[in-house]
């Protein structure tokens, strides 16, 4: 076959995201205080963008927003129709965005050696005898970080600013339980010091407080307490010293290794609970975000519902026509006028976008709401399961769209705040045949773990029996299963629990 060139004509069809797609997509999946992040940046780069409450007489056909998107719904008929929509939720069939990969440098310290000359300065200073700490009350009034704290004693503890130097380089390296992992010949090396010179740093940071503070193990921080309350007697020492059996419930092998009676050891073990096992979480910065709700929920006098957006944290968003209409008729030439063309097209497509991110949201909670108005009267035992899939055919989107709308948003009600999806779980079989919420069994089982008898403590089989009993056909590992994503532990570790308990 002889070889030439030639030319073929070839058709096909290809689905292209354009950028304000690909935008959209992640609008929908953002949660409000992104689009809050989001629309400040909009603001600082669209000159004819501006924030600000539109009532509905402004709005009209130029692509201002409408009063807030809110819902309305009966016990009887909760629809999930949006009122007066002018257009349709946002519905987008797309795979996945690629999310963008951060990385960042890690410091690099170098911990140089310093002659005898350099430690006051280096260590701040401050030798035996100088500034009164504050209490324990002024400093956490002050908010102090454990450091802080830390460094507020430490000039009064040590006997030379050597010491104190060395003592603050230990104070920095405690985690936020006020644990000690470095081991110490590091530390000697790293500062240019001797074992002994560490040592008696790290005795330094055990006089501070919170007591405890400063310690390599769970056993040496409770030794420290317990030296603190002169409570650091031989049985005490050997009650510390085998935490292990404490944890198994060993109470036989614990007396005799404490040489006490039952009143002695039950005694003993009162005091252990009332040491601090992590003394320094008093001082750790906390790192729970508050949780800010995108849909509210509220009873109305209909015995039935209210749903709205929250617009608490998103600023309405508005063009300036006469401020366009004043730059455009300044513009010296067709360039610039395409520049303002191009930021008037950007704007009205970013208020239309917001708006039917906020109905497509709407629309997907009503549904949610709906589907589990059992859990909003009565709790968690009516929880039912739920699936992507079944909302998605409800409301007429794609389950993809569903799976973006319900991330990173949470729906508040008078029983707490809820990410939207918490209400999607897998079910198991009921009598009734309307199946029963994950969520729901886990519920349950601990329920009747909290009630069970110290001395019949309810076996796996047993709680599957008893589930059984009410209409849940479930098997033992089933049962084991979801008892151990809850954090409930077996029969045998909950029974030593209990008999701990009851000393």
């Known amino acids: 076959m002889a070889l030439g060139p030639r030319l073929d004509l070839r058709q096909s069809q290809q689905l292209v995201m354009t950028p304000q797609l690909q935008q959209a997509i992640k609008l929908l999946a953002a949660s409000n205080l992104e689009i809050e992040t989001f629309i400040g940046d909009a603001l600082e780069a669209n000159p004819l ?23 309305e719904f009966t016990s009887d008929q909760l629809m999930a129709q949006g009122k007066g929509e002018s257009e349709a939720p946002l519905d987008i069939d797309t795979g996945a965005l690629d999310r963008d990969r951060e990385t960042g440098d890690g410091a690099v310290s170098d911990n140089s050696r310093l002659s005898d000359a350099e430690w006051g300065s280096a260590g701040g200073g401050g030798a035996a005898g100088g500034e009164e700490f504050p209490s324990i009350d002024a ?33 920095g390296l405690l985690d936020d339980a ?3 992992s470095s081991d110490l010949r590091d530390i000697a090396y790293d500062l240019g010091v001797t074992l002994d010179e560490t040592e008696d740093a790290l005795e330094v940071i ?3 407080d919170p007591t405890g503070v400063g310690a390599r193990s ?14 650091y007697d031989p049985c005490m020492r050997a009650l510390i010293d085998n935490l292990e059996l404490v944890a198994k419930g060993e109470i036989a092998k614990l007396k005799r290794l404490c040489r006490v009676d039952d009143e002695d050891f039950a005694d003993m073990l009162r005091e252990l609970r ?21 849909v509210l929920l509220t009873a109305n006098d209909e015995n039935g519902w209210d749903i709205a957006l929250n617009e608490d944290t998103l600023p309405r968003l508005i063009v300036n026509r006469s401020y366009y209409v004043e730059l455009n008729e300044g513009s010296p030439n067709e360039e610039a006028q395409g520049w303002l063309k191009e930021k008037l097209a950007d704007a009205h497509w970013l208020i239309r976008a917001l708006d039917q991110r906020q109905k497509t949201i709407l629309k997907t909670a009503a549904e949610i709401v709906k589907q589990q108005d059992g859990f909003f009267r009565k709790g968690v035992s009516e929880l039912r399961p739920l699936t992507l899939r079944e909302v998605a055919e409800q409301i007429d989107m794609h389950e993809s769209t569903v799976s973006r709308v319900t991330s990173n948003k949470y729906l508040h009600c008078d029983r707490g705040c809820f990410e939207l999806k918490y209400f999607f779980s897998s079910g198991v079989s009921s009598s009734d045949g309307e199946g029963a919420s994950s969520e729901a069994i886990k519920a349950r089982i601990k329920a009747l773990t909290d009630a069970e008898d110290a001395k019949k403590v309810l076996s796996d089989q047993k709680l599957a029996d008893l589930l059984k009993e009410e209409g849940y056909d479930l098997a033992r590992r089933t049962v084991a299963k979801y008892r151990e ?4 532990g077996s029969s045998a570790q909950r029974r030593r629990q209990k008999k701990l308990e009851n000393l």
């Not at 963008?49 to 819902?71: K, T």
């Open 218 to 231: 769970l056993s040496e921080c409770l030794a420290i307490q317990a030296r603190e309350a002169d409570r």
């Open 49 to 71: 963008l501006e924030a600000g409450a539109v009532s509905r007489e402004d709005s009209g056909p130029s692509g201002e927003p409408d009063d807030v998107p809110r819902e």
């Open 274 to 294: 009332e040491f601090d096992p992590k003394p320094g979480l008093t001082f750790a910065p906390s790192t729970t975000d508050a949780v800010i709700p995108d």
């Open 206 to 208: 055990h006089m501070c």
């Open 139 to 171: 400093t956490r009034a002050a908010e102090l970080s454990l450091g802080e704290h830390l460094d507020n004693q430490i000039g009064t503890l040590a006997v030379n600013p050597k010491e104190a130097f060395v003592a603050r380089h230990i104070a």
């Open 178 to 180: 006020g644990y000690l």
């Open 485 to 488: 994503a809850v954090g409930i």
